[in-house]
């Protein structure tokens, strides 16, 4: 197996340590051109009124191509200086063109869905047109749709399964997935590029740690990626931090969960990876039912302020008793009896009105603690990303036993 | 040599015919979208003051990109499903990769530089970014900075010579001369989509004479992308036509450029592909000294509606005498000499003034034809643009790229 290439790790570090001061520059020097613009928004847990420029993924997205683009020729260096390589190594680098290529896409198109405010169909739609290139280069380099059966299922299934065409399906989905995961997680200042950052940390140190086992090639590549985009998010949460002076936009959520469904799939570590996503996984099964409006869904779900208190409370969903389905009926009663749900009912004039809590993690964490200060509660959601990403890795080290030979 | 794969190109050319269709009813569907984000402007040389949607060269853009990511794996599917060549053509496919990742970011910066009205000197920087994939692809591909010097220098330079680093920066700086050229000649409905639209048939028909020649898979390669191109172009300039229902926006300008640049890099033709751009670099060359501001430039330089007539006249730039430096006095005097620009001078108070009409192609033409419908002119600029093209066929001196 090759031995770590410290060099150009090192050279990664740099490019993306300058690439974190360039977006700190940048930001604030781009302000008036996205307000020229009209891409804005008023921050709703604020009492002021004051413009904040939105789409700032777009300036931390544009610092990391530039890094990436910069950093292509340094992994292979080697072959060209000292004439090391046996054979130009095609396949790795048409890994990292294919990856970038995705990326560059996501972000093109993150950036029209901030500009053109496009459907919730386009959500879906676009992280899949994006991931197109991906599944190519998996198709042409790699080809492999076998997986390794997990233990409790070997019994009905064997020890291998070739899931064929479905294996892309999961690829293309884990894009939509990640890109929509971290979009839904959102409202307070700092969630969307905290947790982001959290994630790329704990996979970052996922690869160091695998950086003595088998697969050190797989994790190398993905450090290529997960360090200029560490970097240059972090530039971006520093602006973004209560109070916020900048927005990160769609942009932002579909950038990070591309690069994020990049490495997993092209590193073979996509599972892993899930397992650090368990407070978006948690956020999003919770919101399922109102994102298939079974719960019926309002426009925005973020913590409401009270402006007496300075302090977030949950934020409710208000509707009539009889719009509600059998379906819809039967959640809110599961979900009050599991006590992860508070609904009130009252009576309006003719019409009996049923009120619950959105079904965000948010807002659960509200219900639990009760109202609470903006910049503690992002703290506090940033603190359940880290213990989850602890959870994970005791799932990936210690759990993993039950399921698979390591 | 390698038969010419005939079924990879004729699957491009019909999922080409598939995006022109796609585009032709996506402009139409999204201009609302354009509205409601404010990207729209008003045609300067209309009466009426309507709301034209503008960088419209986002959706061509975009049907295009989607069609080559959907064809990526088209020209190695002999590979997979016949297995029949021998060791998988991995720097082909870095190749196309490579160009697509080039010009998606293009297409990406140049729909920031629409929304957020960047700066000229980011118009500069911006294709120069985008083409660092390019060059780096064409390092560790081929590396080949070697040129075959033309007859006139090779007593003085030998037969070969060896640019080095200045190769690289000749193809970044061809980049960025591609998508400014066909930016800057503009102003008149349909002309840039057109005139993109006629160099991308030019290099079409092109690689299809030399098809037959030594280099024939440099040009299937640039078939690959200039097909998709032409076909989303198409519909584009549908809807761009003369009364413009849409505006490309500077997306256009850069996509096209950088699509040019990346098939006439890597296909091997970059100096055959700028004599297809003869009356960009004509109008370039003409602009340069309101470009560099020798001569004072207006915001805008588009020829000018007469209300009255219906027809498009000059358009003037007005400055006073004494602003004027001595070079610019200089270059007023030989280009009025040489008749290629019309000079009025006058008194106004106690300054002295002078105008000359703003130093375009589109000014030249009229200054020579007169005032003019807009319609006859775009059509007039392009047949200028067809009859061009013919110039490579005649042209003396050493034979192709």
């Not at 690439?19 to 008036?32: C, E, H, N, V």
């Not at 603690?369 to 940033?382: A, F, N, V, W, Y």
Request: net charge neutral; with cysteine.
């Amino acid at each position: 197996m090759s031995p770590i290439p410290v060099l150009p790790l090192v050279i990664n570090g740099c490019m993306s340590a300058l690439g974190s001061l360039a977006t700190l520059k940048l930001i604030p020097a781009f302000k008036d051109h996205f307000i020229s613009a009209r891409l804005y928004g008023m921050d709703l847990n604020k009492t002021n009124k004051k413009e904040v420029p939105e789409s700032q993924g777009v300036i931390s997205g544009t610092v990391f191509l530039i890094i990436m683009f910069c950093f292509i020729p340094v992994p292979f260096l080697s072959c060209f200086v000292e004439e090391q390589c046996t054979g130009f190594p095609h396949n790795e680098f048409v890994q990292l063109i294919g990856a970038l290529l995705a990326i560059c896409c996501m972000i093109f198109l993150g950036f029209a869905d901030d500009v053109l405010n496009l459907r919730w169909r386009h959500k879906l739609l676009l992280p899949t047109i994006a991931s197109l290139p991906l599944l190519m280069v998996y198709f042409t380099n790699f080809g492999n749709t076998v997986i390794v059966v997990p233990k409790p299922f070997r019994l009905l299934l064997g020890m291998h399964l070739d899931l064929g065409i479905l294996y892309y399906v999961y690829m293309g989905m884990l894009a939509v997935f990640c890109t929509n995961a971290i979009n839904i997680l959102a409202g307070i200042n700092g969630i969307e590029s905290g947790q982001a950052l959290f994630i790329s940390g704990s996979i970052i140190i996922f690869n160091l740690l695998e950086l003595g086992g088998d697969y050190r090639d797989d994790h190398i590549f993905s450090l290529y990626f997960m360090l200029p985009f560490f970097f240059t998010t972090l530039a971006l949460f520093y602006h973004n931090w209560y109070p916020s002076s900048v927005f990160v936009g769609d942009t932002f959520c579909y950038f990070a969960g591309m690069t994020f469904a990049v490495v997993g799939i092209l590193g073979h570590f996509s599972k892993t990876m899930l397992l650090f996503f368990i407070p978006q996984v948690v956020n999003f099964v919770y919101s399922l039912p109102q994102l298939f409006h079974v719960v019926p869904c309002p426009r925005h779900r973020l913590p409401r302020l009270n402006p007496d208190t300075g302090k977030l409370g949950m934020s409710w969903s208000k509707f009539k008793r009889r719009d509600l389905s059998k379906l819809g009926k039967l959640i809110l009663q599961v979900a009050e009896m599991l006590r992860v749900l508070e609904v009130k009912r009252g009576q309006e004039g003719d019409d009996e009105f049923v009120e619950c809590n959105n079904m965000t993690l948010i807002n659960l964490v509200l219900k639990i603690l009760g109202p609470t200060h903006e910049r503690d509660l992002t703290t506090i959601m940033l603190l359940i990303q880290v213990l989850g990403s602890a959870l994970a890795f005791g799932i990936r080290y210690h759990l993993v036993r039950l399921f698979y030979d390591v």
